[in-house]
């Protein structure tokens, strides 16, 4: 398993290729959100929603040896493609790791910029949700 | 018919019209602008923001009342929008327009006042499925308030809706009738002036909302015979903030006032308040003033190109981009009426429409994306949302194929 670290770089420089064409960008984004394994209808739930985001997007987690597994989907492919680009780096890390982790990709690969404020925040709330499903499961393996 | 409209817009210097306007020289992410939420709100001419500006830097003051050369400057140019306004419309009286923020706060006046004086319980009140919300949720409430019944007019899977179902629903129980002039999400254009002859003979009064009709197509309230109307100076090349409403003098003068305040009254004792007369009955405090003096200019504007015109080099926009789409798999048009103004809403098979919006914005196509305040409409469909272009005069036929372009390259990339 690379490290959060090797999985931000390997992302900004795929988007360095892309440049700053914007349509390209999109199309990738898409591309991704296509190629990301899909959520199972069971877990598209009022719970696992993502509350502050434009678009749909469910999030489910998963805990084992250790380690945190994301899974997560959304009505709309572009947001899915974004959120594929999270899910590929902090899917599968410790509790600690994806607590601690600093995701500056976002802003070295512009997201900012490509994908507008309103969505910004809903991918501020998504990395919350996150961060809190990892702690939530090192409270629980602490106090077992 | 089609190839008629292509030889009047030919005659228009579209490149002339589209050089008064600044922000169409714009580029946005690396494309020129083609700037295709007209329905929304359109953009404004150079003469426009000159006014705004001008009032401010040479006449700013407050209107009516003032003895000083200010004042009376600036309330002559006031009234003048207020006649302009009359001609744009065909009012018989410049009384019968009052100034509103815009449509919905014209609706929601009638609503407010007309309806809580005169509606009571087991009254009908009728819209139809394709409404903005604006001309939904103020009947909504007045309904709830005063125990009314709010009937709803099914359209057809064109988007369009049957006369004969509108007369079934009819009856004397019906006392207000509102309906769209144009739709907002699918351009539909209603046979109002049937709709209004059969609610009169119901004994219904009947409101037009024109905020989608006024901008493209000529609106004569006494042809009509309409008993309000509703339009927005934004969509019509003029500034945000602004709108007319038109009622029949008789109707304004039964009416109890909207807000109280300044300008709507005649005396004030704290024993009793009498009322100003229309139309200054029903603009309290001081109305906004600036937007208000340049949307004749935004009138000017447009009937210096003439509506005919106007209508003309859109229909053929319209034209333009359905045969476009039409050729263009996995994509369905959402409004397909015969009679419809410049506005064209789609969706692209299995693509959220916020997807598509983002997609054109890459290439400098402005677009709007969603529910477009009709969300009955949508459920009606049976989609969550569309794609809508709308064109203006100042859209040309290469930025309707910079469209088709776009969404033909969106559209292929859906898996069969």
């Known amino acids: ?144 | 018919m089609q190839k008629e409209a292509n030889t009047i817009s030919k005659s228009l210097d579209i490149e002339a019209i589209r050089q008064q306007f600044p922000v169409l020289q714009r580029q946005v992410n690396g494309y020129p602008l083609a700037y295709f939420d007209n329905a929304a709100t359109t953009q404004k001419p150079q003469s426009v923001i000159d006014a705004l500006s001008e009032y401010y830097s040479s006449y700013n003051a407050n209107i009516h009342r003032g003895v000083h050369t200010l004042a009376e400057e600036a309330t002559t140019a006031f009234e003048k929008t207020r006649a302009a306004s009359r001609l744009l419309v065909n009012a018989r009286e410049t009384e019968e327009i009052i100034f509103t923020k815009g449509t919905t706060e014209s609706i929601n006046l009638v609503a407010a006042t007309y309806g809580r004086a005169f509606i009571n319980k087991g009254d009908e009140i009728i819209i139809t499925a394709m409404e903005h919300h604006s001309n939904i949720v103020p009947w909504q409430i007045l309904s709830e308030e005063n125990e009314a019944v709010l009937k709803v007019i099914p359209i057809s899977d064109s988007g369009e809706i049957s006369l004969d179902e509108f007369k079934q629903t009819l009856s004397e129980k019906t006392k207000i009738v509102a309906v769209c002039m144009a739709s907002n999400a699918l351009g539909t254009i209603n046979p109002v002036k049937e709709i209004i002859a059969a609610a009169h003979v119901a004994g219904a009064v009947v409101l037009i909302d024109a905020a989608q009709a006024l901008p493209h197509m000529e609106v004569d309230v006494q042809a009509l015979n309409c008993d309000f109307l509703a339009a927005s100076a934004h969509k019509m090349y003029g500034p945000t903030g602004v709108g007319i409403l038109y009622g029949k003098r008789h109707l304004l003068e039964k009416m109890p006032p909207y807000q109280g305040g300044g300008e709507m009254i005649k005396e004030v004792t704290f024993a009793k308040t009498t009322y100003n007369d229309i139309p200054y009955k029903f603009e309290a405090g001081t109305p906004n003033i600036a937007d208000i003096i340049a949307f004749k200019v935004a009138i000017d504007f447009i009937t210096t190109i003439g509506k005919q015109q106007i209508g003309a080099h859109e229909d053929a926009l319209l034209a333009r981009a359905t045969d476009g789409f039409m050729l263009l798999d996995h994509v369905q048009l959402v409004g397909t009426g015969l009679n419809k103004v410049s506005v064209l809403s789609f969706n692209i098979e299995g693509t959220h429409p916020f997807d598509v919006g983002m997609m054109l914005d890459a290439t400098g196509i402005a677009v709007r994306t969603g529910h477009h305040c009709t969300m009955p409409l949508m459920d009606r469909f049976g989609i969550e949302g569309t794609v809508r272009a709308s064109f203006a005069i100042y859209n040309t036929f290469d930025e309707v194929d910079r469209l088709i372009n776009s969404v033909k390259k969106i559209a292929d990339r859906v898996r069969i």
């Not at chain 1, 898409?30 to 999030?59: F, H, N, R």
């Not at chain 1, 995701?103 to 997201?111: C, P, T």
């Open chain 1, 1 to 144: 398993m690379s490290s959060i670290r090797e999985l931000q770089d390997n992302i900004i420089s795929e988007f360095e290729l892309l440049a700053d064409d914007r349509e390209a960008t999109l199309f990738y984004l898409m591309e991704l959100g296509d190629k990301m394994a899909p959520l199972a209808e069971e877990y598209k739930t009022e719970d696992s929603l993502i509350k502050g985001c434009q678009s749909k997007v469910w999030l489910h987690a998963e805990h084992k040896d250790g380690k945190v597994y994301f899974l997560a989907d959304s009505n709309t492919d572009i947001t899915r493609g974004l959120i594929s680009l999270l899910v590929r780096i902090l899917s599968g890390q410790t509790p600690d790791d994806i607590i601690n982790a600093d995701l500056d990709f976002i802003e070295k690969i512009g997201m900012g910029q490509i994908i507008g404020s309103q969505r910004s925040n809903g991918f501020a709330s998504m990395i919350k949700q996150m961060k809190l499903y990892a702690l939530g499961y090192k409270t629980k393996v602490n106090m077992n």
